[in-house]
C-alpha cells in the first residue's frame, strides 16, 4: 500500500500537469474588430469597424498582427487570464489585450496616443 501511495504522488501531477497544458506549437489566430476609440477619457463609435488579425503560437514569445494587408511583429506575454501583444515603434508603443472573453483593448502611447476597444473571436 505504501509503494502504491508513493507511486501515485509520482504520477498524479504529471497526469494533471499534461491535462491543462496547451499544446506547444498551437496556432491561435485572433480576428478582431474596433468599434470604439477613446481620447481623454471619451469613446466615441468607431462608424465602420476596422478589422485587424492577431496572431500567436503556444510556447513562442512573438506574434503577428495584420492590418490591410501590412503585417508587423509583435512581442507576446500571457497575463491571468488573457494574452497581450506589445508592438514597440519609433514614437512609442501599442498594446493589444485580448481576454478570456474576447474583448479588445488597445492602448497607444507617444505621440499617437489613443485607447480603442473591440471584440475578437479565436480560431
Known sequence: MKYLAAL????LPAVV???TQNTPGA??????QIEEICKSGKCTPA????KIMLKRVEGASKGTLSVDGDVAELHVFKGLGSYEFLQITN????GYTI????????RAT??????????????
Open 17 to 19: 500537469q499534461a491535462t
Open 27 to 32: 496556432e491561435f489566430v485572433y480576428e478582431c
Open 47 to 50: 462608424g465602420t469597424p476596422k
Open 110 to 123: 507617444g505621440a499617437n496616443s489613443r485607447n480603442e476597444r473591440g471584440t475578437c473571436t479565436v480560431s
Open 91 to 94: 514614437g512609442g508603443s501599442v
Open 99 to 106: 481576454d478570456e472573453s474576447g474583448t479588445l483593448a488597445i
Open 8 to 11: 501515485a504522488a509520482l504520477l
